[in-house]
């Protein structure tokens, strides 16, 4: 185990609604990134926090946001769900904010189901 | 930009090799290649920076061409706990545009 918890394990949404998923990184980490990963693809890279602050984004729209909290914890939130955002959601947890130079840990994920 | 990686399937048997490639079309800075088993996070395996180089462990080991903009990585006498789908990762910049590949789903029958 890498010591990167999430939560909740499942979560079972309609669309239109909105959703707050929760990660816990590994000790001594200071940046998260988070991850949606449809069936059968790989992860896409939504954004990462760096000491609270969002420290880089991929392609997803607005009403994906998140913060990161003084303990390097994070929340990764959607408003206005759509079907398509039925996904597993990962967060890695590593210590540096350049990924080119650190590992990352991922957590176990959220199996989001928007309905 | 996602890399391209190949095979897009691989089924082995215990004590076969295999070699799953990484591929980009843009100058990389690093790639990074992760095992995910079904049902489980992706777990790390190992990152290797432009300047083209090679690392291993165990029996897993990759390398880096930085000519081709092109990674291999390289798993030998492939045991059952092998399996699973591996990603690559790329990353253009120092820092920036991480991008995983579609992935290359390896199975490894007794």
């Known amino acids: 185990e890498t010591g990167v918890t999430q939560s909740p394990t499942h979560l079972i949404k309609t669309r239109g609604q909105q959703v707050t998923l929760r990660c816990s990184s590994q000790s001594g980490h200071n940046t998260v990134s988070w991850y949606q990963q449809a069936l059968g693809q790989g992860p896409q890279f939504i954004f990462q926090y760096y000491r609270e602050e969002e420290n880089g984004r991929g392609n997803f729209p607005p009403r994906f946001s998140g913060l990161q909290f003084p303990n390097y914890s994070s929340e990764l939130n959607v408003n206005a769900l759509e079907l398509d955002d039925s996904a597993l959601y990962l967060c890695?947890?590593?210590?540096?904010?350049?990924?080119?130079?650190?590992?990352?840990?991922f957590g176990p994920g959220t199996r989001l189901t928007v309905l | 930009q996602q890399p391209v990686q190949s095979p897009q399937a691989v089924i082995l048997r215990e004590g076969e090799d295999a070699v799953i490639n990484c591929s980009s079309s843009k100058a990389l800075y690093s790639v990074h290649w992760y095992r995910q088993k079904h049902g489980e996070a992706p777990v790390f395996l190992m990152i290797l920076l432009k300047g083209g180089e090679q690392k291993g462990h165990d029996k897993i080991s990759a390398s880096f061409n930085e000519k081709k903009q092109q990674s291999s990585l390289y798993l030998t006498a492939s045991q059952l706990s092998y399996s699973g789908t591996y990603f690559c990762?790329?990353?253009?910049?120092?820092?920036?545009?991480?991008?995983f590949g579609p992935g290359t789903r390896l199975s490894v029958l007794p």
């Open positions: 890695a947890s590593s210590g540096l904010a350049q990924m080119g130079k650190d590992t990352q840990y």
């Open positions: 990762g790329t990353e253009i910049e120092y820092g920036q545009n991480f991008v």
